[in-house]
């Protein structure tokens, strides 16, 4: 089950509200517990789902044995630990140039003569073409 945020906008409550609800069929509208009428669903952000999953955690930490000062730490620091990885997460990331010819040696990959490039790269638009005869047209007309 995952947690969707709605927004009832009633003039009078203009209100944010949280329902639980299922990820195969995710609700369009639900009603308000202020006013008692419809709102709206708002698309929100991963990182926003993120912080509802760490709640959740520290909620069911205080439940199972945790004090609430524990469980606040414990999110507090699960929240500073996700902002630093947003910032720096990609930086572990480096670029690979592969030795092609330690490859070759070691009989990791071949090297084909131009012949044999040829033959492979026209065996593999022949499929394409076959490949797109079998697809329907699609009904939305391309403009270039």
Not at 59 to 68: H, P, S, V
Not at 91 to 96: G, S, W
Not at 119 to 144: C, F, L, Y
Request: contains cysteine; hydrophobic residues 30%; positive net charge.
């Amino acid at each position: 089950m995952t947690w969707y945020l709605f927004h009832c906008k009633n003039l009078e409550c203009d209100t944010f509200f949280e329902v639980e609800g299922s990820m195969k069929k995710p609700p369009k509208r639900r009603k308000c517990p202020v006013c008692n009428k419809f709102g709206k669903r708002e698309f929100t952000p991963p990182a926003i789902k993120t912080l509802k999953i760490l709640r959740a955690k520290s909620e069911r930490y205080a439940k199972y044995g945790m004090d609430k000062a524990e469980a606040n730490e414990f999110l507090n620091t699960e929240l500073k630990y996700s902002k630093e990885r947003q910032k720096t997460g990609w930086q572990h990331y480096k670029r690979v140039d592969p030795n092609v010819e330690n490859m070759i040696k070691s009989g990791a990959i071949k090297k084909l003569t131009p012949e044999q490039a040829e033959k492979k790269k026209q065996t593999m638009i022949d499929m394409t073409k076959e490949a797109r005869k079998r697809v329907p047209p699609s009904p939305h007309p391309q403009t270039i």
